[in-house]
């Protein structure tokens, strides 16, 4: 069996097992998702082989993908960005593997909307609703490496920026998982910095 079949069936039966425990053939929640990623991130057998870091671009590319869960692997090089982007109604979670990112959300105040940065570092997860909006980058030199998962799994998403008092979106992407060699789904598209 080819080394990328076994790690899909054993990412696939990582998978299952939360979505038994939780119970749900629709959905996960962003605390079943952040157990989830908590769990593939302790077993680097899973996703250590399909780090791919690119000069210059962010990669990413889908793990597992199935009726409940998208679960997909981004690896960052300095000053790449997702840009401020929602998740088409999916709730979701991301982990840093390894480097920090910086995680950027609207705020709004007396001022009108604004962004408020924070700093990811390696081990920590989060967990956030079907509402949110941000953008993800890596700001530092070392490049970085991250797990992201999404419940119901991703079919869109919507791009915005800042427009005075207010977050404008500017367009929205359809999100399609390709097959790649084996049985991994990949999605693996590099994104110019």
Same mark, same amino acid.
């Not at 939360?18 to 053939?25: K, L």
């Not at 791919?52 to 990413?60: C, M």
């Not at 981004?74 to 995680?103: I, K, M």
């Not at 570092?121 to 909006?133: E, H, K, N």
């Given at each position: 069996?080819?080394?990328?079949?076994? #790690?899909? *069936?054993?990412? +696939?039966?990582?998978? *299952?097992?939360?979505?038994?425990?939780? *119970? !749900? !053939?629709?959905?996960?929640?962003?605390?079943?998702?952040?157990?989830?990623?908590?769990?593939?991130?302790?077993?680097?057998?899973?996703?250590?082989?399909?780090?791919?870091?690119?000069?210059?671009?962010?990669?990413?590319? $889908?793990?597992?993908?199935?009726? %409940?869960?998208?679960?997909?692997?981004?690896?960052?090089? @300095?000053?790449? !960005?997702?840009?401020?982007?929602?998740?088409?109604?999916?709730? #979701?979670?991301?982990? %840093?593997?390894?480097?920090?990112?910086? +995680?950027?959300?609207? %705020?709004?105040?007396?001022?009108?909307?604004?962004?408020?940065? $924070? *700093?990811?570092?390696?081990? @920590?997860?989060?967990?956030?609703?079907?509402?949110?909006?941000?953008?993800?980058?890596?700001? +530092?030199?070392?490049?970085?490496? $991250?797990?992201?998962?999404? $419940?119901?799994?991703?079919? !869109?998403?919507?791009?915005?920026?800042?427009?005075?008092?207010?977050?404008?979106?500017?367009?929205?992407?359809?999100? +399609?998982?390709?097959? #790649?060699? #084996?049985?991994?789904?990949?999605?693996?598209?590099?994104?110019?910095?």
């Amino acid at each position: 069996m080819l080394n990328d079949e076994l #790690g899909t *069936r054993d990412i +696939e039966s990582v998978v *299952r097992q939360a979505e038994r425990d939780c *119970r !749900s !053939s629709v959905s996960l929640s962003p605390r079943a998702l952040a157990e989830l990623l908590d769990t593939v991130a302790l077993q680097p057998a899973l996703w250590e082989p399909r780090v791919r870091h690119e000069p210059a671009v962010r990669w990413y590319g $889908s793990l597992y993908r199935d009726d %409940v869960v998208d679960l997909w692997l981004l690896t960052w090089q @300095q000053d790449n !960005s997702t840009d401020l982007h929602d998740h088409g109604g999916s709730g #979701g979670a991301f982990r %840093v593997l390894s480097g920090a990112l910086a +995680e950027d959300r609207p %705020v709004s105040g007396r001022g009108g909307t604004s962004l408020a940065r $924070s *700093r990811r570092s390696v081990g @920590q997860t989060v967990a956030f609703g079907p509402r949110l909006v941000h953008d993800v980058h890596n700001v +530092e030199v070392q490049p970085a490496v $991250s797990l992201h998962v999404y $419940s119901p799994p991703l079919t !869109s998403m919507t791009y915005y920026k800042l427009a005075g008092e207010r977050l404008a979106p500017r367009f929205t992407e359809p999100v +399609e998982v390709r097959s #790649g060699a #084996g049985r991994l789904p990949e999605r693996a598209v590099t994104v110019d910095a």
